[in-house]
């Protein structure tokens, strides 16, 4: 039996990818939980399952943070964790991307997961083994070219998690991020297009493929649950060994 059973969860950026089968997951563990996203259509696929709450909003604002808490409370009576995994990607090069550019990518990546930590953590000292995570990228442990303000923001929010599970660890909650690398979902849909004639993941990934969604979402389930109840303050690369790798070599599998 999952250690997620009767838990209650939160997850923002729900409608697609990662969040979705972060969603779809956690309920087939047995947990209960709030999907956030930008519109209401977008979440119409939780409407059948009277598990699953969809909040519609955008994470930037703090009104949204905290109709998304309310929602767990109103609707399952307490919160256990929170997913704050909404993110956009913003290409372009230093001098050539406009700061406005900037200043989005970082209000979502950055702003607003903590605003939802900000809004979560009250409820989560409440319960036994709150948890949050957050969604980095193995762009913010290293960085991708012609990627500077998602590169910058993923780095942020690696280390705002780091410091956030610093502050609270004695109360008991952890605070962790999942480090996707190439992952096939909706932000990546050019890439995959681009790859079927490239091949790129067989030449920089080691494990020679795309990372799945579930693949991410089974290590959110697990740093979300009191399995990983020792476990704070990492970035956890779910990457087939991208991070890993310094680049220097061929990856075997382009080799074969
Ligand atoms: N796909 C990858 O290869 C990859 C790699 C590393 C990190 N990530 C990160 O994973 C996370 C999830 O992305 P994904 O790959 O599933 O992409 P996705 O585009 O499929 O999903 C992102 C979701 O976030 C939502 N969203 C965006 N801005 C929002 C806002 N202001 N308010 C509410 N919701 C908002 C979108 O509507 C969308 O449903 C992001 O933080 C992304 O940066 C993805």
Redesign the pocket.
């Given at each position: 039996m999952s250690s997620n059973k009767g838990r209650v969860y939160a997850v923002?950026?729900a409608?697609?990818?990662?969040?979705r089968a972060t969603v779809e997951r956690l309920v087939d563990d047995g947990a209960s939980v709030v999907a956030?996203?930008?519109s209401a259509e977008?979440l119409q696929w939780t409407a059948s399952d009277d598990r699953i709450v969809a909040v519609a909003g955008?994470?930037?604002s703090e009104e949204t943070n905290k109709a998304m808490v309310a929602a767990a409370i109103e609707s399952f009576g307490s919160l256990h964790g929170v997913f704050l995994?909404?993110?956009?990607?913003g290409a372009g090069l230093i001098e050539r991307a406009p700061m406005e550019m900037f200043d989005s990518v970082m209000d979502?990546?950055v702003r607003?997961v903590a605003l939802g930590m900000r809004a979560a953590l009250p409820r989560l000292r409440e319960v036994d083994g709150g948890a949050i995570v957050v969604?980095g990228?193995?762009?913010g442990i290293g960085a991708d070219p012609g990627l500077w303000t998602y590169n910058a923001s993923k780095a942020a929010v690696i280390n705002m998690a780091k410091s956030a599970a610093l502050d609270v660890a004695h109360e008991g909650i952890r605070v962790n991020a999942v480090c996707?690398?190439?992952?096939r979902?909706?932000?990546?849909t050019e890439m995959q297009e681009r790859d079927e004639t490239a091949n790129t993941m067989k030449n920089v990934v080691p494990m020679a493929r795309w990372g799945e969604?579930s693949e991410l979402a089974a290590a959110v389930s697990f740093l979300l649950s009191p399995d990983s109840s020792f476990i704070t303050a990492v970035a956890l690369p779910v990457d087939g060994g991208v991070t890993a790798n310094t680049g220097q070599f061929p990856t075997y599998g382009s080799r074969i």
């Open positions: 923002t950026g409608a697609s990818g990662i969040g956030v996203d930008l977008a955008d994470v930037t995994n909404a993110g956009i990607a979502v990546n607003a969604t990228s193995t762009s996707p690398g190439p992952t979902t909706g932000m990546t969604a």
